[in-house]
């Protein structure tokens, strides 16, 4: 098993997606990229943490590669847009891979070639690739928590 780290805005909507992705065994969202230990979602809103809202999942490398978790990443969300994805601003929101291993940077980065090569993208990518560091799990509250609402915003 291995593992994988990426913020694209509000972690909620990120988590469902990603926990979507057959091979993908286990997700969880938390915070990651700041200065603050332990912090709270109150704290991460703030914008005086540093820290991005990410999801950080567990994936089979035989059934899924992490090639393809950056296709599905890169799909998900606006990477031009700093430190926001659609009405969501703050640092918080930026786009951010966090890599665990050397390949994982070396694939990111080669992704990041690649789509501003294609011209994917009216404006420059500026998603954030930098080693993993401590990952905090945010508040049960926040985990999974698109699938606890049910169809008419009540939580099951």
Do not use: N
């Amino acid at each position: 098993m291995a593992l994988a780290t990426f913020a694209a805005g509000c972690f909620w909507g990120v988590e469902q997606r990603f926990s979507e992705v057959p091979g993908v065994l286990s997700t969880e969202v938390g915070y990651t990229g700041g200065t603050t230990a332990h912090p709270t979602y109150e704290q991460v809103c703030s914008h005086t943490t540093g820290h991005a809202e990410a999801v950080r999942l567990e994936y089979d490398p035989d059934q899924v590669t992490y090639e393809r978790l950056l296709e599905v990443f890169f799909a998900m969300h606006d990477p031009t847009t700093p430190d926001r994805q659609g009405p969501d601003v703050g640092s918080q929101y930026r786009s951010a891979v966090f890599y665990h291993s050397a390949e994982q940077e070396r694939a990111a980065r080669d992704a990041v070639a690649r789509l501003g090569a294609e011209l994917r993208y009216k404006a420059p990518i500026v998603t954030e690739i930098t080693p993993a560091p401590q990952f905090w799990r945010a508040e049960e509250y926040h985990q999974r928590y698109l699938t606890k609402r049910g169809r008419w915003g009540c939580v099951i």
